[in-house]
């Protein structure tokens, strides 16, 4: 298992945390995604041999946030 924060920016409310939980959850490995819209984190807790770091923020992106590097 890997876990990963990333700095998110664009969240304003709680249904944006839900929507990129939502969004993370479906990808083939993801096995937790927390979302605060307050701090601006994602943490996402992942097996590296079914999805990878930049898939994440890819999708992230494709939900229509930011992920800082």
């Known amino acids: 298992m890997e876990q990963s924060l990333l700095n998110v920016s664009g969240m304003s409310c709680s249904g944006c945390e ?3 939980a939502k969004v993370l959850k479906q990808l083939d490995g993801v096995f937790k995604a927390e979302a605060n ?5 994602v943490r996402i ?3 590296i041999s079914k999805t990878s770091e930049p898939s994440i923020r890819d999708a992230i992106a494709q939900a ?5 590097q």
């Open 18 to 20: 839900q929507r990129i």
């Open 37 to 41: 819209y307050g701090s601006g984190e």
């Open 45 to 47: 807790i992942f097996d």
């Open 64 to 68: 229509g946030y930011e992920v800082s």
